[in-house]
């Protein structure tokens, strides 16, 4: 069965720092691994994805992520966290065969000045 | 182009009336979806639409929930009769599924309190 989980409930950066938001994955083909991004009383935004290539993936906002195969990972990641970050986070993946995603959790993401 | 649309914004109703959620997806989409999103179970595919046709409705959580899509550009999501568990925000989505864009583009959602 595939699944996604976020270990995250909430991340606490200070502004400046680098963050890291964690998501694993389990599903039987070949992953189709998304990052998006809900800020308070919007809907998902869509940041990045892997599809296949370069296990390093560059999306909006200065984010990335890095596809890990062997620990079936897919970390979202930025150099310096903006207070503007802060935001709810899921990551979601599906197989290759249909356009269905399965989400995790969300990781709530909180910038502190 | 606009985004997808949804409407009611806001939607507060007593316990036993029915609500009817609507959306618009973008022009050019072919796949609908409708999601839940509550602080206790987050956010939960209810069912979604190829060529507006039903494809998984597992989602749905019983009888009194209800999805059509007459045509491209029009969904519902219906309660009849609600409760208060009901009381959730909505999302529609659609995408292109010939497209490479490969993502999800999402409604702002409809706020539903049932009291």
């Known amino acids: 069965a595939q699944s996604v989980a976020q270990p995250e409930d909430q991340v606490n950066v200070a502004e400046g720092n680098p963050l890291t938001v964690k998501c694993t994955y389990s599903?039987?083909?070949?992953?189709?691994l998304f990052w998006y991004v809900q800020y308070p009383n919007r809907g998902l935004q869509f940041l990045l994805k892997?599809?296949?290539?370069d296990n390093l993936v560059k999306g909006s906002y200065g984010f990335e992520a890095e596809f890990n195969k062997s620990q079936t990972s897919f970390h979202l990641k930025k150099p310096s966290a903006l207070v503007s970050d802060s935001a709810l986070y899921f990551c979601?993946?599906?197989?290759?065969?249909?356009?269905?995603?399965?989400w995790g959790a969300g990781t709530k993401l909180i910038i502190k000045p | 182009d606009a985004g997808v649309i949804q409407s009611p914004r806001h939607e507060v109703t007593e316990m036993g009336q029915e609500v009817t959620l609507r959306c618009k997806p973008i022009s050019g989409h072919n796949s609908l979806f409708w999601y839940r999103q509550t602080m206790m179970r987050g956010l939960e595919l209810l069912i979604y639409?190829?060529?507006?046709?039903?494809?998984?409705d597992s989602g749905m959580p019983e009888d009194r929930f209800s999805a059509k899509m007459p045509n491209a550009s029009f969904s519902t999501l219906k309660i009849q009769p609600s409760e208060p568990r009901d009381s959730a925000v909505y999302f529609c989505a659609s995408i292109s599924r010939d497209s490479r864009l490969d993502e999800q583009f999402f409604g702002p959602g409809t706020r539903l309190t049932v009291l």
């Open positions: 599903v039987s083909g070949n992953p189709y």
């Open positions: 639409f190829n060529n507006n046709v039903p494809i998984d």
């Open positions: 892997y599809i296949t290539g």
């Open positions: 979601a993946v599906r197989d290759g065969s249909n356009y269905q995603l399965i």
